[in-house]
């Protein structure tokens, strides 16, 4: 399919956050030009007039879990680890691929009218999970849940690593494990050992929790950062999750391993879980991106919120209304979750970058006047003003319509008809 998109603005988020007016041609997965409006002898599949709307790089969703919707708003107002293991995990216990699979498909559903063109998912039963994006057309990056209590084996791992990095255009995978709190010491070695014999980062969550730090501190007598480091998890680079209850220490540890801080600051405030340290972070130089958390714990899979939490809370925690700009903020949404995510070519709207692009439709109140159209994105920015997400060439989502080969009413009742099946 080759597609024209003239008469737009363009945040092509190659520099800056500056927006340009011009046209994007796409061809099949690739974007093959981004620039002023000039004639093509070429022949068009469509072409779209985007009537002054915005073109842009689609936002990267950094962490989540994305079959976790069946618990969407079905356990909340709870503390961390009494939700995880009275709630959560009992439920989990009773999943098959085959729920996983179409979970999945909901929270893809909820991806694209967020903007979000690629997620960086966390959860059991990979295979069904890269079925479900593949069907829908949506690009997913894997990492390993692994825990002690769960089953799997690095050898399994590593297997995975294989197959998933080899099994279709849409998909990859990184190595981790849920947490330094649900796995023992052996098996993060041997994660550690399998990160330096195929070359690859590995990602995690880290320091979520006050309570998670000081129990590592007393497990081990060094915070998880330090002791991951200490047994030479980070050698490959990779990141974590959360990064709330960081020690100067351990983000000097990120600093100079090249870890990514990957924030979540929706599902952080909805479990009290606290406030990650981003503009320190921002000056010391980690790379930072953003992710939702799975829909159990945010519930909202939804990228504007979490762009704005992210500039709303570093202000409340630096006392400072310019501690972290809007436009830094877009660029952690976009490229910071790019790089995370092992996505090079997904970070901008470029002549041989892939065509994982959104239309933002300006022409609705919470967007005018066009001050400052980047700053309009994070801090007044919506769900709402999403008019077409593409993935990977193909438009998925369009003007409220679903485009991912399967109607929306089959994948709610099968979700809903998951949910009574776990809980009965």
């Known amino acids: 399919m080759r597609y024209r998109f003239y008469n737009a603005r363009l945040l092509t988020m190659e520099q800056d956050c500056s927006v340009t007016e011009g046209e994007v041609w796409t061809e099949d997965a690739a974007i093959i030009y981004t620039g002023p409006e000039k004639e093509a002898d070429l022949t068009w599949d469509r072409e779209i007039d985007v009537k002054g709307n915005l073109l842009m790089p689609g936002f990267k969703d950094a962490h989540t879990h994305s079959a976790m919707t069946f618990l969407r708003s079905r356990a909340d107002d709870m503390p961390l680890h009494e939700w995880l293991e009275n709630q959560v995990f009992p439920l989990e216990a009773r999943l098959t691929a085959e729920h996983v699979y179409h979970l999945s498909k909901l929270a ?8 979000i063109t690629s997620n960086f998912d966390m959860y059991f039963y990979p295979e069904a999970i890269a079925r479900a994006s593949v069907d829908c057309g949506f690009r997913t990056v894997l990492v390993s849940p692994i825990t002690s209590f769960s089953g799997s084996t690095v050898e399994e791992m590593e297997e995975d690593y294989h ?84 020690t100067d220490e351990d983000l000097k540890i990120f600093k100079d391993k090249g870890l990514t801080a990957v924030t ?23 790379p930072i991106a953003i992710g939702t ?132």
Do not use: W
């Not at 330096?196 to 129990?215: C, D, I, M, W, Y």
């Not at 606290?274 to 972070?281: D, E, L, S, T």
């Open 293 to 424: 958390d799975g829909p159990a714990s945010n519930n909202c899979l939804d990228m504007f919120r979490e762009m704005f939490l992210v500039t709303g809370l570093a202000k409340i925690l630096e006392e400072d209304a310019a501690a972290v700009d809007a436009d830094e903020v877009l660029h952690m949404a976009v490229s910071g979750g790019a790089r995370a995510m092992g996505l090079s070519r997904c970070d901008m709207l470029k002549e041989g970058k892939l065509a994982d692009m959104v239309m933002i439709d300006l022409y609705q109140p919470n967007m005018q006047p066009f001050n400052n159209i980047s700053k309009n994105l994070v801090y007044s920015g919506s769900k709402a003003n999403i008019k077409m997400t593409m993935v990977n060439g193909r438009i998925l989502y369009e003007d409220g319509k679903f485009f991912i080969g399967a109607e929306p009413a089959e994948i709610y009742e099968n979700a809903n008809c998951i949910v009574r099946e776990l809980v009965q």
């Open 163 to 246: 197959k998933f990095n080899q099994y279709h255009e849409l998909i990859r995978y990184h190595l981790g494990f849920h947490a330094e709190y649900t796995c023992e010491t052996p098996l993060l070695e041997a994660i550690a050992r399998l990160s330096e014999k195929l070359g690859a980062p590995v990602f995690n969550h880290n320091s979520e929790t006050r309570e998670s730090v000081e129990q590592c501190i007393k497990r081990t007598g060094m915070t998880p950062t330090a002791f991951l480091n200490s047994i030479g998890m980070y050698g490959q680079g990779g990141g974590g999750y959360h990064c709330v209850h960081m």
């Open 108 to 115: 893809i559903m909820e991806y694209l009218t967020s903007g």
């Open 264 to 286: 979540n600051p929706g599902s952080n405030v909805k479990l009290a879980s606290g406030i990650a340290p981003v503009r320190k972070m921002m000056e010391m130089g980690i």
